[in-house]
Nanobody, 121 residues
Framework: QVQLVESGGGLVQAGGSLRLSCAAS????????IGWYRQAPGKQPVLDAI????????NYADSVKGRFTITRNAAKNTAYLQKNSLKAEETGVYYC??????????????WGQGNQIFVST
């Protein structure tokens, strides 16, 4: 059983910073692509950033380029999203999403439990 546990959310003032973490646990072979999604109240989740297993640069939504940074620590099976210069409209629930390989399935999609971030004006 694979589980993703997120941490690092909370309340921050506009212009401030937060770092989200997403730790994978359980039995698996490898973690492939990792993405961070933001869901604003009443809206569908949108992809803010994605990092690939190897060989290419991360991709970012235009709205967060230059302010958000996605990284991964393979030794800790943990992904991070550093969020700087936060805006009030970036309030929402943030989810990590990972494609994880096991002995049975090459790529299975997993989601974190979600982490609420409030950006105050």
């Amino acid at each position: 059983q694979v589980q993703l546990v997120e941490s690092g959310g909370g309340l921050v003032q506009a212009g401030g910073s937060l770092r989200l973490s997403c730790a994978a646990s359980g039995t698996f072979s490898n973690i492939n692509d990792i993405g961070w999604y933001r869901q604003a109240p009443g809206k569908q989740p949108v992809l803010d950033a994605i990092i690939f297993i190897a060989g290419s640069s991360p991709n970012y939504a235009d709205s967060v380029k230059g302010r958000f940074t996605i990284t991964r620590n393979a030794a800790k099976n943990t992904a991070y999203l550093q969020k700087n210069s936060l805006k009030a409209e970036e309030t929402g629930v943030y989810y990590c999403n990972e494609l994880i390989g096991t002995l049975i399935v090459c790529n299975k999609e997993y989601w974190g439990q979600g982490n609420q971030i409030f950006v105050s004006t």
